[in-house]
């Protein structure tokens, strides 16, 4: 079984997964009228999903590592493409959000088993995770402007079963392709090769704690509040909602760009050396644009994203690094269990911070609270390579 093949279909998998739980975002401002309700009535019919993508992953990583990994897969595949098929069919809000429910208790898979599959198929570590990285954050990006396309000429309906019958297909080919058999770690795998003494180990731990819950509010933080950040402080430039989501869509590609420079970068040196630059370039660019506007918070709003979809990357490699492949899947559940859980409660925080004092405020508290993840680069010890 061709090790790069699989981890093509993960990479895949990685882009299916943020592209399917954000198409309900860009299409309910047209979903909303055919039910005969306004845009907040419909959206948190949503919400469900969103707490079962995070909370599903706890689940889903257990019986990834106890049953197979290729077979939650197939699930994850076939599964989202059944659910998103089922949307375009519903008639009620109630149906809709029943819906929305399973795609994401379907999406809850990828992360933690997913992740697990690719880490125990690489042979560079960094390199992998910055291109999965990257297909994720495609996904992230390509959402609105695919799905706002197929609303306008084809109907909201359309913007589900297209993407469902994909899915299908990708998981017959993924059935057809992937044997059993891959559940297996590759012996070329990096995988759980670094080493410190176990005198230090609670300090990788303690560091993954911190740094997961600081990057993970201050990523959705970030990427909640940008749209709205740009048509408030991007007036003078433009007001066409086209082109600050145009603006926003290119601001993320270097989003992409980064988790691919900085996965490199994680093969040639070592994280400490990687993750603390990362941790220390995200307050004071956080802070800087607080009072900023036009082309000045375009350019600081790309070092931001930047640093931020970078630590996403320095996250996984640090867990895929010090865990071992029969824990592997259960470790990336706990991650995105705590990181999502933590991200979840950002949309509160975004919301109370700009009522106090607007994005002045909030993203000055965001900077605040970026010292975390300062600190736990600091506390993150050197390893030792096996």
């Given at each position: 079984m061709s090790h790069s093949k699989i981890i093509s279909y993960m990479n895949i998998a990685h882009f299916i997964d943020h592209y399917a739980m954000l198409i309900f975002a860009a299409a309910v401002i047209v979903i909303a009228p055919t039910f005969g309700m306004t845009y907040g009535e419909l959206l948190p019919?949503?919400?469900?999903?969103?707490?079962?993508?995070?909370?599903?992953?706890?689940?889903?990583?257990?019986?990834?590592?106890?049953?197979?990994r290729r077979n939650m897969m197939v699930i994850f595949f076939v599964g989202m493409g059944l659910a998103l098929a089922g949307i375009s069919l519903v008639q009620t809000p109630i149906q809709l959000g029943a819906m929305l429910l399973a795609v994401g208790v379907v999406a809850s898979i990828y992360h933690p088993v997913g992740t697990a599959m690719l880490v125990s198929n690489v042979a560079k570590l960094g390199k992998e995770m910055g291109i999965n990285g990257m297909w994720g954050n495609f996904g992230v990006a390509s959402s609105a402007l695919v799905t706002g396309v197929i609303n306008e000429y084809f109907g909201w309906r359309a913007a589900f079963w297209v993407p469902g019958i994909v899915c299908l297909i990708i998981g017959f080919l993924f059935m057809r392709d992937v044997p059993r058999s891959a559940d297996g770690i590759s012996k070329k795998s990096?995988?759980?090769?670094?080493?410190?003494?176990?005198?230090?180990?609670?300090?990788?731990?303690?560091?993954?704690?911190?740094?997961?819950?600081?990057?993970?509010?201050?990523?959705?933080?970030?990427?909640?509040?940008?749209?709205?950040?740009?048509?408030?402080?991007?007036?003078?430039?433009?007001?066409?909602?086209?082109?600050?989501?145009?603006?926003?869509?290119?601001?993320?590609?270097?989003?992409?760009?980064?988790?691919?420079?900085?996965?490199?970068?994680?093969?040639r040196h070592s994280l400490k050396n990687v993750f603390l630059p990362l941790a220390l370039m995200i307050v004071p660019a956080l802070f800087i644009a607080s009072t900023m506007t036009d082309y000045g918070l375009i350019l600081l709003a790309i070092v931001i994203i930047a640093a931020v979809f970078g630590q996403v990357t320095v996250n996984d490699t640090m867990l895929g690094k010090y865990t071992v492949d029969e824990?592997?899947?259960?470790?990336?559940?706990?991650?995105?269990?705590?990181?999502?859980?933590?991200?979840?409660?950002?949309?509160?925080?975004?919301?109370?911070?700009?009522?106090?004092?607007?994005?002045?405020?909030?993203?000055?508290?965001?900077?605040?609270?970026?010292?975390?993840?300062?600190?736990?680069?600091?506390?993150?010890?050197?390893?030792?390579?096996?």
């Open positions: 019919y949503a919400t469900p999903g969103f707490i079962a993508f995070g909370a599903g992953s706890l689940f889903s990583g257990w019986l990834g590592d106890k049953w197979s990096v995988a759980g090769t670094a080493r410190v003494p176990k005198s230090v180990m609670i300090w990788v731990v303690a560091s993954l704690i911190i740094t997961i819950i600081a990057s993970s509010i201050t990523f959705n933080s970030v990427t909640v509040a940008l749209p709205k950040i740009f048509q408030e402080r991007l007036s003078n430039l433009t007001s066409n909602t086209a082109a600050l989501g145009t603006i926003t869509f290119l601001v993320y590609l270097f989003g992409a760009l980064s988790q691919y420079i900085i996965g490199h970068l994680l093969d824990w592997r899947g259960r470790a990336y559940s706990a991650r995105y269990f705590l990181g999502f859980t933590a991200a979840g409660l950002s949309v509160g925080l975004v919301s109370i911070l700009y009522n106090q004092g607007g994005f002045d405020l909030m993203l000055k508290s965001i900077a605040a609270l970026s010292l975390f993840t300062v600190l736990g680069a600091v506390i993150f010890p050197q390893e030792k390579r096996a």
